[in-house]
Nanobody, 117 residues
Framework: QVHLVESGGGLVQPGGSLRVSCTASGSILGIYTMGWYRQAPGKQRDLVAT???????TYANSVKGRFTISRDNAKNTVYLQMNSLKPEDTAVYYCNADLVGSSRRYWGQGTQVTVSS
């Protein structure tokens, strides 16, 4: 059994910063790519950023230069540092992980990020 648990969401003013975290636990041999997605009300779930086990990152164009994804392999944890937040960044943020020895992609339960004055 594997679980991904996000934390760190909340309410922040436009222009502010927030960091969300996601920790994987359970029967884990290793983790390939970890990523963050987000889903705003009435919209589809979209990719925000990914990071491989070696640290290669990708970002959605809408967050480049504002968001930074990182990970701590020893802690099976991925982070998303969000700066210069905009109201359009408001969404539920989900993390995922592709695990060694598994064809299934695991997802967290999501954490709400609200950017509003």
């Amino acid at each position: 059994q594997v679980h991904l648990v996000e934390s760190g969401g909340g309410l922040v003013q436009p222009g502010g910063s927030l960091r969300v975290s996601c920790t994987a636990s359970g029967s884990i041999l290793g983790i390939y790519t970890m990523g963050w997605y987000r889903q705003a009300p009435g919209k589809q779930r979209d990719l925000v950023a990914t990071i491989t086990s070696s640290g290669t990152t990708t970002y959605a164009n809408s967050v480049k230069g504002r968001f930074t994804i990182s990970r701590d392999n020893a802690k099976n944890t991925v982070y998303l540092q969000m700066n210069s937040l905009k109201p359009e960044d408001t969404a539920v943020y989900y993390c995922n992980a592709d695990l060694v020895g598994s064809s299934r992609r695991y997802w967290g339960q999501g954490t709400q990020v609200t950017v509003s004055s």
